[in-house]
């Protein structure tokens, strides 16, 4: 059974970067069906995607936090890793990985998350 | 950038059918799927490509999309239903957009 698990610090300096890494088991980030992805939740708020990365190495990123985020893949780790650079108040969150499924039907073309982390909540504070 | 618009609340009676919107321009054009989140868990697929359920998710858990709404149905409310949904949807542009969320209230 597949399982994502989300590790790093739970507290970061406002300026600083927030790091965090997403360890998969029970399965492989080299699966080529499959991408990986980060997502957040601020405190009280909705859900917000971060970002996402293939095996491969390549990303897509919510323009919003574009110019601040990198996600990277470790296949030999199997884990892959967020980091959001300059960091205030306002990336105060519960940050989660999730495995993302991505397809095409007939006419249109989806992704979804079918398996979660547990999340970590990374608070922003000095 | 694309934007999916749920309703911030909808309320029903044990038993009883709920229905939860999603909007979003032209929304039918792409597949729609809809996440389940309790407090302090983590968000649950409970639809997804508009109309199918993951292994484990019970029947009264049913999807539609048409035009620029999709529609979470769940027959039959449990009182174990109550809770947050969100929808979500692929977009070219935006590439993972979520809705708002609604709070399920079962009373």
């Known amino acids: 059974q597949l399982q994502l698990q989300e590790s790093g610090p739970g507290l970061v300096k406002p300026s600083e970067t927030l790091s965090l890494t997403c360890t998969v088991s029970?399965?492989?980030?080299?699966?080529?069906?499959?991408?990986w992805g980060w997502i957040r939740q601020p405190p009280g708020k909705g859900l917000e995607w971060i970002g996402t990365?293939?095996?491969?190495?390549?990303?897509y990123y919510n323009t919003s936090l574009k110019s601040r985020v990198t996600i990277s893949v470790d296949t030999s780790k199997n884990q892959f890793s967020l980091k959001l650079s300059s960091v205030t108040a306002a990336d105060t969150a519960v940050y989660s990985c999730a495995r993302l499924v991505y397809g095409s039907g007939l006419f249109k073309s989806f992704n979804y998350m079918d398996v979660w982390g547990k999340g970590t909540t990374v608070t922003v504070s000095s | 950038s694309y934007e999916l618009t749920q309703p911030p609340s909808v309320s029903v009676s044990p038993g009883q059918t709920a229905s939860i919107t999603c909007s979003g321009d032209k929304l039918g054009d792409k597949y729609a799927g809809w996440y389940q989140q309790k407090p302090g868990q983590s968000p649950v697929l409970v639809i997804y490509?508009?109309?199918k359920r993951p292994s484990g998710i019970p029947e009264r858990f049913s999807g539609s999309n048409s035009g620029n709404t999709a529609t979470l149905t769940i027959s039959g409310t449990q009182a174990m239903d109550e809770a947050d949904y969100y929808c979500?949807?692929?977009?070219?542009?935006?590439?993972?957009?979520f809705g708002g969320g609604t709070k399920l209230t079962v009373l």
């Open positions: 979500q949807a692929w977009d070219s542009s935006t590439h993972v957009v």
């Open positions: 490509q508009d109309t």
């Open positions: 029970g399965g492989s980030i080299s699966s080529s069906t499959y991408y």
């Open positions: 990365i293939y095996y491969s190495g390549s990303t």
